[in-house]
């Protein structure tokens, strides 16, 4: 009796406790929207560090009360020792606020006393928002419990970052204070950023503040990762680990065959991002002629937006010209590093850490092989760049794109034969290429980049596999065999499915559209639908004459062709049992 009135106490005061640390992280989370996104006299601000700190002791207070409440102290402390850990460092901070405001004067100097303490506050509100969302996470098992197809989940974690984005891009200091953007074209740019793609109705540099830039990277980085990736990965590393449930979904999402795969491929994933994109954005600095001694603090922050949404195949730039900028068309370094970046971001993670893991395997003499969707995306990414490259020079024959040498032809017909493939940037205007080039263009964005990458696109082993069944068919093979490997007839009607589905999505958009705005070029508008559906950004220049209606379109074609296509449609259905009987067989004609 006394052991059940003791667990009904504990119960009780966990309640409080997780009721507690709920209303200071609201607190927090408004505390810090409002410091972020709108003009406030210095007395809100000093009301809202108050305020910040409340949430901060009451967090503490909250935290030091579990400790009386739990059986095992060593097995806590071990689970939870980050919010511990952050815990002893808000104790420090609320004890010497003055050592973090010299810290802060010391690595900033020129900042005013006024940002001194927006940046404390930021600090202090995104400490506690960890926090929450580290709590967040050990409920992951919850979603076990949720009667839901794994990709309806993952549409609806897209769908929720694309909304909290459009309303973080509607903030006041989001936006220059004399140019407001409407509601449509900040979910239009949220959803272009989320959805990697890059198709944009402002200038993004223009239009924006570097507050709204912060928000825009932000965005880009958690589409192209994937959210459900971000997610997991902290669920993994601080969270206590995963329900099989959430395992099985985040194989399928990262084209993993085992379960147990996927925690170490997303501590791969997250930590070869930071270092290409940290790598690619000093790369660029350095090639603008800039040095660390005299640091540009402007030049390396564009550096590191382009970088961004290079490796995620975002497409979305600063410059108001895109990369046709005077200063970026022609400096190649800078070109070539976004071409690389773009092409790493899509291959696709799993392809990355099997090249690595062969090639760190030849140095040991271990036998470890190249697995078949390794070699099928690298032929085809191989022949579907210099491929296209080589078409390209052929079909611009007038001289728009040929420089004053053979490798300056060369230099503008790869960057679109590589960007094409989902990443949206242009160094010559999309407009003014032949019909021939727009239709290969075309191609090539239908097929985009690799499964389990930050592009879109039916991906490049799906059109391999389509060819390969194509082939095998024409030669009279009842298998289809590629590289000494037979692949599976689920595979093979997986990737016609997902042809099926993309050339369904295309069509439909393409009549919509074509009705909704029927002024315009039905050329562009086509163009436009298959850079949408397929998440690349390339645009004729049309976008933003759009009607709301046609932004409407565009969005959702956007969020399905970053879904997946197929994805999408499976997440519509609601999983029923197979029938057990079994109807007579007959055979139709077709061809």
Request: net charge neutral; with cysteine; proline share 3%.
């Amino acid at each position: 009796m006394k052991t059940k009135l003791l667990n009904e106490k504990v119960a009780i005061w966990k309640k409080i406790f997780d009721i507690t640390f709920v209303i200071s992280g609201l607190l927090v989370l408004i505390c810090l929207i409002l410091l972020i996104g709108f003009y406030l006299p210095d007395t809100t601000i000093d009301l809202i560090i108050i305020i910040a700190d409340v949430g901060l002791l009451a967090y503490l207070i909250q935290e030091f009360g579990r400790w009386f409440i739990v059986a095992n102290h060593k097995q806590y402390f071990q689970e939870r020792w980050i919010e511990n850990l952050i815990g002893v460092l808000i104790i420090f901070q609320l004890m010497f606020p003055d050592v973090t405001m010299y810290l802060l004067s010391f690595v900033l100097p020129k900042l005013a006393f006024r940002d001194f303490l927006m940046i404390y506050m930021a600090l202090m509100s995104l400490t506690l928002l960890l926090l929450f969302a580290i709590k967040l996470l050990r409920y992951n098992h919850l979603i076990a419990k949720i009667n839901m197809h794994p990709g309806a989940i993952i549409s609806i974690s897209f769908f929720v970052a694309i909304m909290v984005g459009s309303l973080l891009l509607m903030l006041p200091r989001a936006t220059p204070q004399d140019n407001p953007i409407s509601y449509i074209d900040a979910l239009f740019t949220s959803a272009s950023a989320v959805c990697v793609t890059g198709l944009v109705v402002v200038d993004t540099g223009r239009d924006f503040t570097t507050i709204g830039h912060v928000i825009i990277a932000f965005l880009i980085q958690i589409g192209g990762l994937g959210v459900m990736t971000l997610t997991t990965f902290f669920a993994f590393a601080i969270a206590g680990g995963l329900s099989l449930k959430v395992r099985i979904m985040m194989r399928d999402l990262l084209s993993q065959e085992s379960v147990d795969e996927v925690k170490s491929l997303l501590l791969k994933i997250l930590g070869f991002t930071l270092l290409v994109e940290i790598a690619g954005s000093f790369i660029m600095y350095f090639s603008l002629g800039k040095s660390l001694a005299n640091f540009d603090k402007v030049e390396y922050y564009y550096s590191l937006f382009h970088a961004i949404s290079a490796f995620c195949n975002a497409g979305l730039s600063l410059y108001s010209d895109g990369l046709m900028y005077f200063t970026i068309r022609d400096n190649h370094i800078y070109i070539w590093t976004i071409v690389i970046l773009v092409v790493i971001g899509g291959l696709g993670f799993t392809v990355i850490m099997n090249l690595t893991a062969k090639m760190l395997t030849q140095r040991t003499k271990r036998n470890y092989r190249l697995t078949l969707t390794t070699k099928l995306t690298i032929l085809t990414t191989l022949i579907l760049i210099f491929g296209g490259t080589a078409l390209i020079m052929v079909f611009e024959p007038w001289g728009y794109l040929i420089g004053d040498t053979l490798y300056e032809e060369f230099y503008h017909a790869t960057f679109i034969s590589v960007c094409a493939r989902t990443a949206g940037f242009n160094t010559v205007p999309t407009d003014m290429l032949s019909h021939a080039t727009l239709i290969l263009v075309m191609f090539l964005m239908w097929v985009g980049a690799s499964p389990g990458s930050t592009g879109g696109g039916i991906k490049t082993t799906t059109f391999a596999v389509t060819i390969y069944s194509l082939y095998s068919m024409i030669v009279g093979k009842e298998r289809i065999e590629v590289f000494k490997r037979e692949i599976h007839y689920n595979t093979v009607k997986q990737a016609f499915m997902v042809v099926i589905a993309s050339i369904m999505f295309i069509f439909v958009g393409s009549v919509l559209l074509v009705w909704l705005e029927p002024k315009m070029d039905t050329t562009d508008l086509v163009f436009e639908v298959v850079s949408a559906v397929n998440t690349v950004g390339l645009s004729r220049g049309v976008t933003p004459d759009f009607s709301n209606s046609s932004k409407v379109l565009i969005i959702i074609l956007m969020f399905v062709g970053r879904v997946g296509v197929l994805t999408f449609l499976l997440s519509l259905h609601i999983p029923r049992q197979e029938p057990k009987y079994k109807l007579p067989t007959e055979n139709v004609i077709v061809g």
